[in-house]
């Protein structure tokens, strides 16, 4: 029962056509309006944009060509079908030059119609993803898939969870303090399940008014409110088939937070200003630092609209809780950043190594980036020192002494040189100045194995 | 040719809730068929009414067939009230905009028209079983129900007659839970509930 939803506008003087192509339309699952004239047509483009008109050439005053190229000059990428019941070559070949996408005689073989009016759905599906896909680019220059490198138990679960979870079609909400990759995560939900082929539109709650908010996730129509010069989609209809990723939740007001709920449980939503219903089909992943309990208690927070995202729940750890992964992840991003300043660095000095898995990294996995970022482009030698971590919080060396075991501690410094050493035992034992039997065993012992 | 299901709206003896009305020349056998499936697939109580000439005013002479929307309204005309009503006829029937078409229907109103004259198959049983495909699909119509994207479902855009052959006689689970859903809608208010 899913409409193909396109808005279409059907501009024809003859009642019966406009009628009859208006119900057959209908029928197929388009949102209709009709024009009886060019004029008529000029109005209602002035009130809200369509996604397809179909433009009846011979009319009295304003014909279809000219209509046409004033569709044109409004919305270029706009899909127009000319019709005629005077087709000739010459016509058709207008129609095409001033960006016609299709020309048929009326009446029309009922198959040719079926198969014209699928083509162009068609490109209009090709033509959204290609914009969604493009968006995605953007959104993802600085986050990647890859980017989700990880070794510890807790994040080795997460990946469970995630595969446990994508197929379906729950709600998830990913909680964890800024920094931590809930983006990444949402997105490794999105890839893995039956929606990977969907758009993944991703909005950050926390940075926009009510008004925009609102605006941004339910689009516009043109004139809705000032500054609303044309119609806008909003994140709803942009995810349609895909994910919608609101990262920031808990900061969006309680009224929003009925409108989203009502989207959630209807599937379908009006735009601001607009007075027609718009299915919509998606997943919706959220994400949040705050404490949501505890804003549901404050009363800022929606008891019902808590329950209804929180149906599967993600936590992600911060970087302190899982410093082994600190080597893993310096060295995924001394790569990234190498290549991408065209350096060649191998990697971090032992010292370099010990001072990052002895920081609390409250900024997270974002600040151990942008500390690589910068030791990369301030590294004179292939190797980064712990001159060039010197902007990493005064006193990291030492802070993290006290929270470790002996034995946490050795295993850290173990790993530290076999990774300084590219894993060749032998020259790792050389640094730490022990026989090479003795590491193998050290190895053995805490599960030490190249990645 | 489909196995009844139980899906008559409760109570006492089920009254008609469409009305089938041959127009022009139909054998019983055709309008039979199709008040069968109606009841069958859709829980549609179907009384077939006596035969009706077609409306001459609706006759498109240059193009050779009815025009289906005017006949439409006039049928809607000669048989006001609240029942539904399926007109069947064996005479090529097209719309302003379609040189021709199988079945016409007002989309959430009352009233639909199903032409035999391109469904005629080699044999008798595949010209009903398409006869009675496209009028369940009419009336899915009248009930409010648009095409539908289910690849096997027959509230699908027919796009020719192969299509409709490879259509099973069946509804996906959401158009039929849809029209069950209008039928006892339309019984309840039938019943003045």
């Known amino acids: 029962m899913t409409p193909t939803g396109l808005n279409t506008l059907v501009v024809d003087d003859e009642e019966g056509i406009r009628e009859s192509l208006a119900a057959w339309l209908t029928k197929d699952g388009y949102r209709v309006a009709t024009a009886d004239s060019g004029e008529a047509a000029l109005q209602c483009i002035a009130r809200q944009i369509y996604d397809l008109y179909l433009v009846d050439i011979k009319m009295p ?58 083509r162009l759905a068609a490109t209009k599906a090709l033509r959204d993803e290609n914009t969604a896909l493009r968006q995605q680019l953007m959104e993802r220059r600085d986050l990647n898939l890859e980017g989700i490198v990880a070794q510890s138990e807790a994040m080795r679960a997460i990946f469970a969870t995630i595969e446990d979870v994508a197929p379906t ?10 920094g931590v990759g809930k983006e990444l ?39 809705a409110f000032t500054g609303a010069v044309q119609a806008r989609r909003g994140r709803l209809e ?27 449980e209807e599937k379908k939503f ?34 019902d609209f808590f329950y209804r995202i929180n149906v599967i729940r993600i936590h992600l750890p911060p970087l302190r809780d899982r410093l082994e992964d600190v080597p893993a992840l310096a060295d995924h991003f001394i790569g990234r950043y190498a290549r991408e300043t065209g350096k060649r660095i ?41 001159e060039e971590l010197s902007f990493v919080e005064a006193g990291a060396d030492a802070c993290r002494l006290g929270t470790l075991t002996l034995q946490e501690m050795e295993i850290s410094h173990l790993r530290g040189a076999l990774e300084t050493c590219g894993w060749n035992v032998s020259r790792a034992a050389r640094q730490l100045d022990i026989d090479r039997g003795t590491l193998t065993r050290k190895m053995k012992r805490y599960g030490l194995q190249r990645p | 040719m489909t196995p009844p299901q139980d899906h008559a709206p409760s109570g006492e ?10 127009l022009g020349p139909v054998e019983d056998l055709y309008t039979e068929v199709v008040a069968a499936n109606l009841q069958a697939l859709m829980g549609l109580p179907s009384d077939v009414l006596p035969h009706r000439p077609l409306f001459a005013e609706t006759f498109n002479e240059a193009r050779r067939q009815y025009d289906a929307v005017r006949l439409i309204g006039r049928l809607a005309q000669a048989m006001p009230g609240p029942t539904l009503c399926l007109g069947l006829t064996g005479s090529d029937i097209g719309t302003p905009i379609l040189t021709y078409v199988l079945g016409e229907s007002q989309l959430g109103g009352r009233v639909a028209l199903v032409s035999f004259f391109r469904l005629t198959a080699q044999g008798p049983e595949q010209t009903l079983e398409r006869l009675a495909k496209v ?28 299509m409709i052959d490879e259509t099973r006689p069946e509804f996906c689970n959401a158009c039929r839970y849809e029209i069950l859903r209008r039928v006892r809608l339309l019984d309840r208010m039938a019943r003045g509930a």
Request: charged residues 20%.
């Open chain 1, 61 to 118: 005053g304003m014909d279809g060509i000219e209509l046409l190229g004033r569709i044109k000059e409004r919305q270029p990428d706009a899909l127009v079908i000319v019709i005629t019941a005077h087709g000739t070559v010459q016509t058709a070949v207008e129609a095409m030059k001033k960006g016609a996408s299709d020309y048929i005689c009326k009446p029309f073989d009922p198959e040719e119609l079926s198969l014209i009016m699928e």
């Open chain 1, 270 to 303: 009006q735009r601001v200003g607009g007075n027609q219903w718009i299915e919509t089909d998606f997943r919706l992943v959220s994400a949040t630092h705050r404490d949501l309990p505890q804003l549901i208690r404050e009363g800022r927070f929606r008891e």
């Open chain 1, 185 to 223: 995560v949402a997105q490794a939900v999105h890839y893995a399940s039956d929606r990977a082929h969907g758009p993944f539109i991703a909005l950050n709650c926390g940075a926009q008014s009510e008004t925009l908010l609102e605006s941004e996730l339910f689009g516009h129509e043109k004139g």
């Open chain 1, 346 to 386: 191998l990697g971090l000095t032992q010292r370099a190594l010990g001072m990052l898995t002895a920081y609390r990294w409250p900024g997270n996995v974002r600040e151990l980036r942008n500390v690589i970022e910068r030791a990369v482009v301030l590294a004179r030698g292939q190797m980064i020192g712990a």
């Open chain 1, 169 to 178: 079609a729950a709600p998830v909400l990913i909680c964890g303090e800024s």
């Open chain 2, 13 to 22: 003896a089920a009254r008609a809730l469409a009305h089938l009305v041959p």
């Open chain 1, 238 to 264: 942009m995810a349609g088939g895909g994910t919608l990723f609101l990262d920031e939740i808990g900061d969006i007001a309680p009224k929003m937070q009925v409108s989203l709920l009502r989207v959630l």
């Open chain 2, 135 to 162: 009028s369940l699909h009419e009336m899915g119509h009248v009930l409010g129900l648009g095409h539908c994207f289910a690849p096997m479902c027959l509230m699908r855009s027919p796009r020719n007659l192969e």
